[in-house]
Nanobody
Framework: QVQLVESGGGLVQPGGSLRLSCAVS????????MRWYRQRPGKERELVAG????????TYADSVKGRFSFFKDDAKKTVSLQMNSLKPDDTAVYYC?????????????WGQGTQVTVSS
């Protein structure tokens, strides 16, 4: 079965750092663009960072540019999101997403989400 399992969420103070990880299994990893989304309280789910577009470029939401970094490890079939200089507005459930490309086009898989709370 296809599984995306996020980990690393928790409570952190403003200005602090946190690293999220997503372990992927059950898919051919190279056929998917990996992305991180988040859903803040009362807001729509939004793309935070990840691989997208026909050129497979790494992109970031404007709100996290310069603070978050996206990493993809093909050997371990994991993706990570390093979050620095965290703000209270970063509080959200963060979701790992596998967006199918090539022969996997049309398929999307989601993790269960991991809670990130930024508060003093």
């Amino acid at each position: 079965q296809v599984q995306l399992v996020e980990s690393g969420g928790g409570l952190v103070q403003p200005g602090g750092s946190l690293r999220l990880s997503c372990a992927v299994s059950g898919v051919t990893f190279t056929n998917y663009q990996m992305r991180w989304y988040r859903q803040r309280p009362g807001k729509e789910r939004e793309l935070v960072a990840g691989i997208s577009g026909v050129r497979g470029s790494t992109t970031y939401a404007d709100s996290v540019k310069g603070r978050f970094s996206f990493f993809k490890d093909d050997a371990k079939k994991t993706v990570s999101l390093q979050m620095n200089s965290l703000k209270p507005d970063d509080t959200a459930v963060y979701y790992c997403n596998a967006h199918g490309v090539f022969i996997a086009r049309g398929r999307d898989y989601w993790g269960q989400g991991t809670q990130v709370t930024v508060s003093s």
